[in-house]
């Protein structure tokens, strides 16, 4: 697998864990057992929604054997990928692939399998054009069945706003951040209301609500043509004022990413917003079941995102080269991915599809949730994916956003840093840790 400077991040980090993970004996892909079953190994990540779906397939597909492996966060996925990909070996018969590295895996696409020999190009009407297109690499190889995409709507715990005096009815929250005209600087203003209101945090911490604002930009951390696009970029400069000010201003909660105090942080009040892709309300429901709460811990989702339409991941099915099982695996990825498993794996889990049946299924169809106060959370997302575009993800994107802004963030959250000196302290990462 050749490796760029591009990607010497990711080399690290599987250097650096490549020896515990070479240990626990993983294979190539899957094999057969003693019964004469094909054994089908998966690794996914988050809350992808799929456990009742592998045993419905095992039942529907006698001889099949599915072999779970879930990893927390996608970027910890991405360093399991990259690990097994250095090393030649260990790669599961299916892998879920994150939008945030997928610009990494389309530099080695000749170590996935081309779904056009298994007859993708069949199915390829079912997906948003833009899901089916990023997927696809340079020679027309296509590598990926489209599970999910992350159209973003806000999530607000209603019992934190009505003690400030702010609106609880959801629809009223709408109204109350602009509807469809809703803007990070009203999103802000309310914030510092609340914090008056209440000496309390508006949200959890800086880095999901900048990863929400690079997002809705037309080029992110790259341009369209596959250039970085950080340094000397006034947008980027301007939301980030825009952050720093926040976090001066007592909004953010310094939360440390996916962790949130095991879940306390969402029980407790310490912050009373959140920026909710669907597959982050999986996230959000176990949060706060962890943290020992539940539906009447009062959180709520409304129909309305500060700065408009913004998409955060979505995820593919992928099977690697190395795979001992390539069609069995592609025809499981296949049927995974499909509108009817995608439904249930949003209402199993939160995932938004990103074929169009499933989405007009969820937008006419989807029932209430009771855990966020009977929100009509398909109806929502439907609408929220309205206008999302699909951004260029470079190679390096996740990187950046974890390992350049993510230190620089977190220094402004702990008081450690004013606007100017983050933004130095990211440029500073960014020239170690990818620019060549």
Known sequence: MPFTRRTKVAAALAGA?????????CSAGGGGSESGEIELTITTFGTMGFDDLYKQYEEENPGIKITANNIDTGGNARTDAFTKLAAGSGL?????????WLGSIMEVSDQFVDLRDFGIEDRKGDWVDWKYEQVTDADGRVIGYGTDIGPEGLCYNGAAFEAAGLPR?????????GGENASWERYFELGK???????????????????????QLDEGYYTADGELNVEGNAELEERFGWIADGA?????????????NGGKSFV?????????????????EGQIEAGGGDASTGWDFADVFPGGAANWGGSWLSVPTSSQHQEEAAALASWLSEPEQQVAAFEAAGPFPSTVDAQETLASEGEPEEFFNGAPTGQILAERAKGVKAQFKGPDDSVIQENVF??????????????????QKALDLLNELVVE
């Not at 599961?92 to 945030?100: L, N, Q, T």
Request: charged share 15%; net charge negative; with cysteine.
């Open 169 to 177: 009815d959801r629809e009223a929250v709408a109204e109350l951040f």
């Open 268 to 284: 407790d009040g310490t912050f009373a917003t959140f920026v909710c892709p669907g597959w982050m309300l999986g996230v959000v």
């Open 92 to 100: 599961s018969d299916v892998v879920a692939i994150e939008e945030g």
């Open 406 to 423: 993510g230190p620089a963030l977190q220094s402004l959250d702990r008081g450690e840093a004013n606007g100017d000196q983050a933004w």
């Open 17 to 25: 864990t490549s020896i515990a993970l070479l240990a626990t004996g």
């Open 193 to 215: 209301q609340y914090n008056e209101a209440t000496g309390k945090a508006w949200y959890d911490h800086s880095g999901f609500v900048w990863n929400a604002m690079v997002n």
């Open 248 to 260: 001066e201003s007592g909004l953010s909660a310094a939360q440390t990413a996916w962790d949130w």
